[in-house]
């Protein structure tokens, strides 16, 4: 996958200024029809959350901009229900 472009918030049009964490990678669909993806979050300096997904790799690269409310509803979109705790002491 190359390097995310520079994509500019979607919640307020200012130019991402901060990464969160590192990237999510998996991949997409069925058996021989797999799309590797790479899904990276920011978050802008007005403090908008938002995730660039990167999807295919070539000419059939695809880019999609997603605003969402925190990290954690980020998180919870991506795991289901409830994201796992964290055992006492970490």
């Known amino acids: 996958m190359s390097e995310p472009a520079r994509e500019a918030c979607p ?7 901060i990464s969160i964490g590192s990237p999510f990678v998996g991949a997409v669909g069925f058996l021989w029809w797999k799309r590797p993806f790479e899904e990276r979050l920011f978050r802008c300096a ?7 997904r990167l999807t295919g790799s070539g000419e059939a690269e ?8 925190s990290v954690e509803a980020w998180l919870q979109i991506r795991t289901g229900a409830q994201a796992p705790t964290r055992p006492p002491g970490l």
């Open 62 to 69: 695809t880019t999609t901009v997603e605003l969402h409310e």
């Open 46 to 52: 007005e403090g908008h959350v938002y995730s660039v």
């Open 11 to 17: 919640g307020c049009g200012t130019p991402q200024a």
